[in-house]
């Protein structure tokens, strides 16, 4: 991405990594505060939902294995994709 976006623009490899790093800091940011970030049309739409706790069965020992619930980060992909 650093390269491509540096052929494209006029920029050197170190401000088209600094570009980069600006846009998905922000999609971390906003994320972790529990949103969704667009970042293009084009390219399509992070989000994060919670996974709802299970239980299974192990399969080393039968015993029953238990997980909690955690976030999880989706992306929905945007119409050029």
């Not at 922000?26 to 970030?37: E, H």
């Not at 299970?54 to 980060?73: M, N, V």
């Amino acid at each position: 991405m650093i390269e491509a976006l540096s052929n494209k623009l006029p920029l050197n490899k170190a401000d088209a990594e600094r570009a980069i790093n600006i846009v998905l800091d922000d999609v971390i940011a906003a994320l972790r505060q529990g949103g969704a970030s667009e970042t293009s049309r084009a390219f399509g739409t992070f989000s994060v939902s919670e996974r709802q706790a299970r239980t299974g069965a192990k399969s080393e020992d039968g015993g029953i294995d238990r997980d909690i619930g955690e976030p999880i980060g989706k992306v929905q992909a945007g119409q050029a994709v």
